[in-house]
């Protein structure tokens, strides 16, 4: 793929094969712990094997030129390192923009512009990251390009700041941070309210990962999202009356129930509920890996969907079709929506010999259903952002 997209490069930018450097920031795909991190707990994603492949050459000018293959149709967009405010017209292009200002923010200023061709093998809209595997790249090219030494995680902060403030998501540390720290054959275990973090082996012997994505696009997921997250801070609020609590991931789902009366409103309290068992799930569910019982790790993802249906509310019925029909299948050890929800993927855990009558199968069901074509990706657990070196 790179030689291919070296030959993309100086086509597009009209340039010779020279000081062309080559970064790659993964995917990610949540395992547990589903709408968490904004809330102080635990989630425990895994890096992908597919992501956001960056090709950069420094220029001697203070322009920068932005190109993407997966949106070729919008051409190079050209922008200036005297103004680098947001731009609808910039489209994608906002994301690494939105990195290059927050890093100036820290006293990182870019000494010149850059030509950059990225191209990503991640489904746009699909709630596997692509903009925050965009972000991640952008960080650690500019961070190798510039000499600025920054640390992975305070990279990983700075993105994550990025689409807070810059592209104006108010999303958790969580996509950003297994991008950037992801580790072969691993998944982290993260504590989104200090940031400490725990690799965890991901050895699924006979099985694989299989995400489904149900090719719906999330158009409810970001003012949704910001609800929930409204709904939650609402219902910490009413907790803090009584308790003394920074965020609803110190609580556990005992303390949770001897105190929800608290809160006033019954949709709060149902948000809160599940963030604090899903929390619960999740540490349980780490434990549950480790000590080598797969199937009981399934159980903890079929139980986190149901919640994240019933008390969170934000499946839908493209996400419970795909789910459901997962769990009627032969070898599937769990199944479970992934991301921000009201769209998006699904990641299931299937035996390696009914892979192909899964994706066959649960395919067909989720068409009759829906009227939709789903796509399935059987992915590996890949490592972290990084320059890649021939």
């Given at each position: 793929?790179?030689?291919?997209l070296?030959?993309?490069?100086?086509?597009?930018?009209?340039?010779?094969?020279?000081?062309i450097?080559?970064?790659?920031?993964p995917?990610?795909?949540?395992?547990?712990g589903?709408?968490?991190?904004?809330?102080?707990?635990?989630?425990?994603?895994?890096?992908?094997?597919?992501?956001?492949?960056?090709l950069?050459?420094?220029?001697?000018?203070?322009?920068?030129?932005?190109?993407?293959?997966?949106?070729?149709?919008?051409?190079?967009?050209?922008?200036?390192?005297?103004?680098?405010?947001?731009?609808?017209?910039?489209?994608?292009?906002?994301?690494?923009?939105g990195?290059?200002?927050?890093?100036a923010q820290?006293?990182?200023?870019?000494?010149?512009?850059?030509?950059v061709?990225?191209?990503?093998?991640?489904?746009?809209?699909a709630?596997?990251?692509s903009s925050?595997?965009?972000?991640?790249?952008?960080?650690?090219?500019?961070?190798?390009?510039?000499?600025?030494?920054?640390?992975?995680?305070?990279l990983v902060?700075?993105?994550?700041?990025?689409?807070?403030?810059?592209?104006?998501?108010?999303c958790?540390?969580?996509?950003?941070?297994?991008?950037?720290?992801?580790?072969?054959?691993?998944?982290?275990?993260?504590?989104?309210?200090?940031?400490?973090?725990?690799?965890?082996?991901?050895?699924?012997d006979?099985?694989?990962?299989?995400?489904?994505?149900?090719?719906?696009?999330?158009?409810?997921?970001?003012?949704?999202?910001?609800?929930?997250?409204?709904?939650?801070?609402?219902?910490?609020?009413?907790?803090?009356?009584?308790?003394?609590?920074?965020?609803?991931?110190?609580?556990?789902?005992?303390?949770?129930?001897?105190?929800a009366?608290?809160?006033k409103?019954?949709?709060?309290r149902?948000?809160?509920?599940?963030?604090?068992y899903?929390n619960?799930?999740?540490?349980e569910?780490?434990?549950k890996?480790?000590?080598?019982?797969?199937?009981?790790?399934?159980?903890l993802?079929?139980?986190?969907?149901i919640?994240?249906?019933?008390?969170?509310e934000?499946?839908?019925?493209?996400?419970?079709?795909?789910?459901?029909?997962a769990?009627?299948?032969?070898?599937?050890?769990?199944?479970?929506?992934?991301?921000?929800?009201?769209?998006?993927?699904?990641?299931?855990?299937v035996?390696?010999?009914?892979?192909?009558s899964f994706?066959?199968k649960?395919?067909?069901?989720?068409?009759e259903?829906?009227?939709?074509?789903?796509?399935?990706?059987?992915?590996q657990v890949?490592?972290?952002?990084?320059e890649?070196?021939?």
């Open positions: 793929m790179a030689k291919n070296l030959a993309t490069f100086t086509n597009i930018f009209n340039e010779a094969e020279t000081s450097r080559t970064f790659f920031a995917g990610r795909v949540n395992l547990i589903e709408h968490t991190d904004y809330n102080g707990g635990h989630v425990f994603p895994c890096a992908l094997s597919i992501g956001t492949t960056a950069v050459r420094k220029r001697s000018d203070r322009v920068i030129q932005f190109y993407s293959t997966n949106f070729a149709d919008l051409g190079i967009i050209k922008v200036s390192l005297d103004n680098l405010s947001f731009n609808q017209a910039d489209d994608w292009a906002n994301y690494p923009k990195v290059i200002v927050t890093l820290y006293g990182y200023q870019l000494d010149a512009g850059f030509d061709l990225y191209e990503g093998e991640i489904p746009n809209g709630g596997l990251s925050a595997s965009i972000e991640v790249v952008t960080a650690i090219m500019l961070n190798v390009l510039y000499s600025f030494a920054i640390d992975q995680v305070s902060k700075m993105c994550q700041k990025a689409e807070n403030e810059y592209i104006g998501v108010n958790g540390i969580m996509d950003q941070f297994a991008i950037g720290m992801g580790k072969e054959k691993h998944a982290i275990l993260l504590d989104c309210d200090t940031l400490d973090y725990v690799y965890s082996p991901l050895d699924l006979a099985a694989s990962l299989i995400i489904a994505n149900t090719n719906k696009r999330r158009g409810l997921a970001d003012s949704k999202y910001n609800e929930r997250r409204g709904e939650c801070e609402r219902a910490l609020r009413d907790l803090q009356g009584e308790l003394e609590i920074r965020s609803l991931g110190e609580l556990t789902p005992e303390e949770f129930d001897s105190h009366h608290l809160i409103q019954d949709v709060d149902m948000r809160a509920k599940h963030a604090v899903e619960a799930r999740t540490l569910a780490v434990k890996l480790q000590a080598g019982d797969i199937a009981g790790f399934g159980q993802m079929n139980a986190s969907h919640s994240l249906r019933d008390d969170y934000v499946t839908g019925k493209e996400l419970d079709a795909l789910v459901e029909a769990w009627e299948q032969a070898g599937v050890i769990g199944s479970r929506m992934t991301g921000a929800g009201f769209g998006g993927c699904t990641i299931s855990i035996n390696n010999e009914h892979i192909e994706i066959e649960v395919g067909a069901k989720y068409a259903q829906t009227g939709l074509k789903a796509d399935f990706y059987v992915v890949g490592d972290g952002a990084k890649i070196v021939e």
